[in-house]
């Protein structure tokens, strides 16, 4: 059974640090791993699709690597704003015929100016 | 026609109701999910449809039924409202297996 982990939960930092969000899931059995961003409330907004033959994704300031393998991924957001603050939420897309995308819990992320 | 339409956006209901929440997803996309997300957690599937047919589903009771249509739209019906059913429910549609889901912003159900 395909599990998702989020680590941290929640993460303060001061405006214009770099920052690693992490993602570990436990089959590598994938299609691909999206990264989504939820602000409260709010639906959410896909900020990268990882395939699961693809090593990286990059979208402007942010970065989504996937190690299959070892069942991994991570986010990287450079020079981060206070408009970066929300959930940001993993899914991984799990092979087969159930096609349902599986989450991680998220980590909250606040960037203080 | 792009992205994905969620109506009504907010919507409040008596214990014991039924109600019929309504996604629009993107032209070509054959598979559309939904999914329950209640405050402060992450989101739960609910069921999926590709090319009109469920698929998958997860630990919902038989209340919660779908159907999609072959304009590409589809629906949640939930009957017999319980309290524990106030959440934010999502609809995401894909064009096949292998590419990404496209969220639409959510209906906010309340249950009084």
């Known amino acids: 059974k395909q599990e998702v982990t989020q680590i941290p939960a929640a993460l303060s930092v001061p405006e214009g640090e770099n920052l690693v969000l992490n993602c570990s899931f436990t089959?590598?059995?994938?299609?691909?791993l999206q990264w989504f961003r939820q602000d409260p409330g709010k639906g959410l907004t896909s900020l990268l699709l990882?395939?699961?033959s693809q090593r990286e994704q990059t979208s402007g300031r942010l970065n989504a690597s996937l190690d299959k393998s070892s069942g991994r991924s991570t986010l990287y957001i450079a020079a981060s704003q206070p408009g970066d603050s929300a959930t940001y939420l993993c899914?991984?897309?799990?092979?087969?015929?159930?096609?349902?995308?599986?989450w991680g819990l998220g980590t909250s992320l606040a960037v203080n100016p | 026609e792009t992205g994905v339409t969620q109506s009504p956006t907010h919507l409040i209901k008596t214990r014991g109701q039924q109600v019929t929440l309504r996604c629009s997803s993107q032209s070509g996309h054959n598979t559309v999910s939904w999914y329950q997300q209640a405050l402060g957690q992450g989101p739960q599937f609910i069921f999926q449809y590709y090319r009109e047919e469920e698929n998958g589903r997860g630990n919902f009771p038989p209340r919660f039924s779908g159907l999609q249509f072959p304009n590409y739209s589809s629906e949640l019906n939930v009957n017999a409202l319980e309290l524990d059913d106030s959440a934010l429910y999502l609809c995401?549609?894909?064009?096949?297996?292998?590419?990404?889901?496209?969220f639409g912003s959510g209906t906010r159900l309340t249950v009084v």
């Open positions: 089959d590598s059995a994938i299609y691909n």
């Open positions: 995401a549609s894909s064009p096949d297996r292998g590419y990404g889901y496209t």
């Open positions: 990882i395939q699961s």
């Open positions: 899914a991984v897309h799990n092979a087969g015929n159930n096609r349902k995308l599986i």
